[in-house]
C-alpha cells in the first residue's frame, strides 16, 4: 500500500518538476544572450494563466479536436507510470512494458496530429505531416535502443532494466550501451521538439514541427499539452538517466534511501538538461530534410549498439 | 553630352519629338506614346542604360493628357534619361514594355491601378496596389480625386495562378502573420514540402502616399518621406530632399554633405546588424543573433547621442543636416565606431563557424544573376547575385563623390552570399564613416531655403541599406508639389521573391525572406 502511494507521490513529482527542466533550458538560453530569462514562477504562472483562460475553439472542430489534449496528457501520464523515477519500483511495471511504453507516447502523438488535420487550417496539416515523417523514423531508433539495453539486461521491462544497471557496476555497460545512449539522446532531442530538430521558440509558423500542430489550441487546452508535452521531456530525461546512471536509485522505501536518491536524480535530470541546452545554444536549427540523417544516426547507433552485442557478447 | 542624344535621333528619327536637357543630370526625350518600346529598346540595347521606374501622373489640367516618364539610368556618364510622353484622356491606353522588359511588368501595374491608364499587350494585367474590394472607376493619382473621398466596397475574388497535378497542395500564408511583421500575403503550391510555385500579394497598406505629398510644403513632405519605411528613414528622407533641393537650386554646404554620409552609412550599420541577426535567428542560433542585436543597439544609442533620434528621424532638412558633430564628438564616435568594429569582427567570425548556421544558408533561396538583371533587382540581393551596381558610386550624391569605398558584389545569389554582402558592407561603412568624419570641412550645416521652381521635375536618390530609393518630384505653375513618385528598393525586389524560392523547401522560405528583408511599408507605400 505504502508502495503504490509512493509511487503515486513520484508520479506526481515528475509533473510538478517538468516545468522546472522548462525554465532551466530558456534560463541557459537567455544567459547565453545577455538576458536575464525568467523566473523559476514563470512557467508555473504560466501554466497557471492557461489553465484560468477562455478557449477560442473552431467551428469547425470535431471531438477530435476536443479529446486530443486530454488523450495526449493520459497517455503521456501512464507512460510516466511505467518508469522508475526515484524509488525502482514504477508505478504499472510489468515484462514488456517498454513496448507499451513506446506505443502510448505513439497514441498521444497520434490524437495530436489528427487534432492539428481536424480544424483544416494550413499549419496544422504542414505541423502533422512533417511530425509523422519525423517520428515514423524516430520511433524504430527508440525501440532498437529499449531492444538493445534489453537484451543485455535479460529483460523487456524498464524496471527490469534499470534494476540490471542499477546493480551492475558501472562499467560493465560502457562501449555498447553507449551507443544506445546516443540514440536515445538524439530521440530525446526530437521528441522533445528542440533544436537542431524543432525550435520550440519560433514565431514562424512555415518552419515549426510541434507547435504548428497546436497553433489552434488556446486558453486550458493549451495549458494541457504544454504541461503534456513538459511531461514527455521530462520522461525522456528521467529514461535517459534511469537507464544510463542509474546509480543511486532508491531499491527500497527506506526515507535515507530515498532522499539519497532525490538529490542524485535532480542532479542528473538536470545535468542532461543542461546537455540539451548546450546543444540548442552551440547550433542552429537543421534545414527539415536533414533531421532524418540526424535521427538515421540514431538509428544506426541502436543497431550497431544491437548488433555488437548479438556478436561479441553480452555485458561488454 | 551631345554624342548620346545625337545618335539617338539618327537612330530613331520621327520618333523622338524632343531632348533637352532639364535640371543637372536629367535628359528628357520626348516622344509619342506608340514609339516609346523603340526607344526603350534602344536605349537599353544600343546605349546600355538601365530602366529604373515608370511614374504616371495627371497633367490634364496643363495639356489635356495624362503624362508617363520612364526614368533610365546611364551610367557612364552619371546621367538619367527620362523619356516623357502623353496619354490622351479620351484613348487612355498606352503600349506594355512588360513583354520586352519584364522588370516593368509591377509598373506598369501600378499606373493602372492608380490612374486609370490601360497597359495594351500587359502579360499579366491583374490589380496590384488595390485589391478587389476597391470599386472601378476611382484612381487616386487623377486629380479630380479628393483625399477624403468616400469610397464604396465591392466584392470579387482575385484569381491566384494555380498549380495543378496530383498531390499539389496551396499553401496559403498571411496577410496576417504570427510575428510582429507587416501584413502580406504569400500563397504557395507545394509538393510536399517542395515548393512549385510562389506568388505574393501585397499593397495591404498602401495609404496613398504619393497622393498626400500633393500639395504640401516642401518641409512636410519631407516629414512625409520619413515615415515611408520605418527603418529606412534617412535615406527615404534624403533623396526626399534631395529632389527639392535640385528644384529649389538650393546649395548643400560642403560640411552637411558629409554629415549626411555619416548620418546614411550609419542607418546602413544598424540595418544590416539587425538584418544578419535576423538570418542567424531564423535558423534558430539565437546566440549570434542576440550579440548582433546588442551591437545594433549600441548604434541606436550613438544616433541618439548623436542626433536626439533612434532612427535619425529630423535629421536631414532641406538644404542641409540639423545635428552637427563637433571636434569633440567626433573624435568620440570614432573611439566608439572602432568598439563595434571589434565587437562585430568577434561575432562574425564565430558565425562563419558554426557550421549547422552555414549548412542552412548555403544554397538556399538562390537567385540566378540573370533573374536579378531581368527583374531589375537592386541592392545587397542583386549584388549577391553578381551584379554590381551601387548608387553610392554609379551617380554619385552627398560626399559619396570624394570618398573611396568597395562595393562588394558576391556572384552565388543564396542567402549566404547576401549575409556576406551586408557583412562587408558594413565594414565599408565603418570606414566610410571613419573617412567622412576625418574629411569633413568646416562651414555651415544648411543652405539658404529657396521657393521651389514651377513647372519643373527633379529626382533624388539614395542607396539606402535595401538598394536604389528614388523620389521624383514635380511642381505645378505655382511651384507647389503636383506629383511625388517614390521608388523603394522593396518595390524593385519583392518579385524576385518568386524566383528565389523555386526549388527551396517551404520550411526555408522564412530565412530565403529574411535573406532579402523587404520593407511591405515602403513597397506599398
Redesign the interface.
Known amino acids: 500500500m505504502l508502495a503504490i502511494l509512493l509511487s503515486v507521490i513520484q508520479l506526481l513529482f515528475l509533473a510538478i518538476l517538468a516545468p522546472a527542466l522548462s525554465w532551466f533550458i530558456k534560463k541557459m538560453k537567455a544567459a547565453s544572450q545577455n538576458r536575464v530569462g525568467p523566473s523559476l514562477i514563470q512557467v508555473y504562472s504560466d501554466l497557471l494563466k492557461l489553465f484560468r483562460k477562455n478557449m477560442v475553439i473552431s467551428e469547425t472542430a470535431s471531438w477530435i479536436f476536443h479529446a486530443m489534449p486530454f488523450v495526449l496528457f493520459v497517455s503521456t501520464f501512464a507512460a510516466a507510470s511505467m518508469l522508475p523515477v526515484l524509488g525502482i519500483r514504477s508505478l504499472f511495471g510489468f515484462t514488456g512494458d517498454v513496448i507499451l511504453f513506446v506505443y502510448l507516447l505513439a497514441l498521444g502523438r497520434f490524437f495530436l496530429a489528427l487534432a492539428a488535420l481536424d480544424t483544416g487550417t494550413t499549419f496544422g496539416g504542414m505541423g502533422s505531416s512533417r511530425e509523422m515523417t519525423l517520428s515514423s523514423l524516430a520511433e524504430p531508433a527508440l525501440l532498437l535502443a529499449f531492444f538493445s539495453l534489453g537484451f543485455c539486461a535479460h529483460t523487456l521491462s524498464l524496471e527490469g532494466i534499470v534494476s540490471y544497471f542499477a546493480s551492475g557496476s558501472p562499467t560493465q555497460m560502457l562501449f555498447f550501451t553507449s551507443l544506445a545512449f546516443g540514440a536515445l539522446l538524439i530521440v530525446t532531442i526530437a521528441e522533445s521538439g528542440r533544436i537542431p530538430v524543432d525550435n520550440p521558440a519560433t514565431h514562424l509558423e512555415l518552419t515549426m514541427v510541434h507547435e504548428a500542430m497546436i497553433l489552434e489550441y488556446s486558453g486550458r487546452y493549451l495549458a494541457l499539452i504544454e504541461w503534456s508535452h513538459q511531461i514527455k521531456q521530462l520522461v525522456f530525461l528521467t529514461l535517459l538517466s534511469d537507464l544510463f546512471f542509474p546509480w543511486g536509485i532508491a531499491g527500497s522505501w527506506d526515507p535515507l534511501a530515498f532522499g539519497l536518491s532525490l538529490v542524485l536524480y535532480l542532479a542528473k535530470v538536470f545535468f542532461l538538461a543542461f546537455v540539451i541546452g548546450w546543444i540548442e545554444i552551440h547550433s542552429a536549427k537543421l534545414r527539415l530534410f536533414r533531421v532524418p540523417d540526424l535521427l538515421a544516426v540514431a538509428f544506426v547507433l541502436a543497431i550497431l549498439s544491437l548488433l555488437g552485442q548479438l556478436m561479441i557478447g553480452r555485458g561488454v | 553630352m551631345k554624342p548620346v542624344f545625337q545618335k539617338l535621333k539618327e537612330k530613331l528619327g520621327s520618333a523622338i519629338l524632343e531632348v533637352s536637357e532639364g535640371t543637372a543630370k536629367e535628359w528628357r526625350v520626348f516622344a509619342a506614346k506608340d514609339s516609346i518600346l523603340r526607344i526603350a529598346e534602344c536605349l537599353i540595347e544600343v546605349f546600355g542604360m538601365r530602366f529604373l521606374f515608370l511614374s504616371g501622373s495627371d497633367t490634364r489640367k496643363e495639356n489635356k493628357s495624362f503624362t508617363l516618364h520612364y526614368v533610365f539610368s546611364y551610367v557612364h556618364q552619371d546621367q538619367f534619361w527620362i523619356v516623357q510622353t502623353r496619354v490622351e484622356e479620351k484613348d487612355p491606353q498606352f503600349p506594355s514594355l512588360a513583354p520586352f522588359l519584364p522588370q516593368v511588368n509591377w509598373h506598369e501595374r501600378e499606373v493602372q491601378d492608380l490612374l486609370g491608364l490601360v497597359a495594351v499587350g500587359h502579360p499579366d494585367p491583374r490589380r496590384l496596389v488595390f485589391h478587389e474590394d476597391w470599386p472601378q472607376g476611382f484612381f487616386p493619382l487623377r486629380k479630380d480625386f479628393g483625399p477624403h473621398q468616400k469610397i464604396p466596397r465591392t466584392a470579387a475574388l482575385y484569381a491566384f495562378e494555380r498549380v495543378e497535378g496530383e498531390g499539389i497542395?496551396e499553401?496559403?500564408?498571411g496577410p496576417v502573420?504570427?510575428?510582429i511583421i507587416e501584413p502580406g500575403h504569400f500563397r504557395f503550391s507545394v509538393a510536399?514540402?517542395g515548393i512549385l510555385k510562389l506568388e505574393i500579394r501585397h499593397f495591404y497598406t498602401h495609404k496613398g502616399t504619393e497622393k498626400s505629398g500633393e500639395g504640401k510644403t516642401p518641409e512636410h513632405l519631407l516629414c512625409l518621406a520619413e515615415r515611408i519605411s520605418g527603418d529606412n528613414s534617412l535615406a527615404h528622407a534624403v533623396a526626399c530632399t534631395q529632389a527639392l533641393e535640385s528644384l529649389g537650386q538650393i546649395e548643400v554646404p560642403s560640411r552637411a554633405q558629409f554629415l549626411r554620409v555619416v548620418f546614411l552609412e550609419m542607418e546602413r550599420l544598424h540595418n544590416h546588424m539587425s538584418d544578419i541577426a535576423g538570418i542567424?535567428l531564423?535558423?534558430?542560433?539565437?546566440?549570434g543573433?542576440?550579440?548582433l542585436m546588442?551591437v545594433k543597439e549600441t548604434l541606436l544609442s550613438l544616433n541618439e547621442e548623436l542626433a536626439g533620434t533612434r532612427l535619425l528621424r529630423s535629421v536631414v532638412t532641406l538644404g542641409g543636416v540639423r545635428p552637427d558633430i563637433s571636434e569633440v564628438k567626433k573624435e568620440w564616435l570614432i573611439q566608439e565606431i572602432k568598439k563595434i568594429k571589434d565587437d562585430f569582427d568577434k561575432t562574425i567570425q564565430l558565425l562563419w563557424q558554426?557550421d549547422?548556421?552555414m549548412?542552412?544558408v548555403k544554397t538556399t533561396g538562390t537567385i540566378m544573376k540573370e533573374v536579378a538583371e531581368v527583374l531589375g533587382g537592386v541592392g545587397p540581393v542583386a549584388r549577391a547575385s553578381g551584379i554590381d551596381r551601387d548608387l553610392r558610386r554609379d551617380h554619385p550624391y552627398a560626399a559619396y563623390k570624394d570618398l573611396f569605398f568597395r562595393v562588394p558584389v558576391f556572384i552565388e545569389g543564396d542567402v549566404e552570399s547576401r549575409m556576406k554582402v551586408k557583412v562587408q558592407e558594413v565594414y565599408e561603412s565603418f570606414k566610410l564613416i571613419h573617412d567622412a568624419l576625418q574629411a569633413m570641412p568646416q562651414g555651415s550645416l544648411c543652405g539658404a531655403v529657396k521657393l521651389l521652381a514651377p513647372s519643373q521635375s527633379a529626382l533624388g536618390y539614395v542607396e539606402s541599406p535595401r538598394g536604389e530609393c528614388f523620389h521624383w518630384i514635380v511642381t505645378d505653375k505655382s511651384g507647389m508639389i503636383s506629383r511625388w513618385k517614390i521608388q523603394s528598393p522593396s518595390f524593385s525586389n519583392w518579385p524576385l521573391i518568386e524566383y528565389a524560392v523555386l526549388e527551396n523547401?517551404?520550411?526555408?522560405?522564412?530565412l530565403i525572406n529574411k535573406s532579402m528583408n523587404l520593407s511591405y511599408s515602403g513597397n506599398d507605400r
Not at chain 2, 505 to 510: A, K, T
Open positions: 497542395f499553401i496559403p500564408v502573420h504570427a510575428g510536399g514540402e542567424a531564423d535558423v534558430a542560433f539565437s546566440f543573433a542576440s550579440q546588442r558554426v549547422s548556421l549548412d542552412r523547401i517551404v520550411p526555408d522560405f522564412p
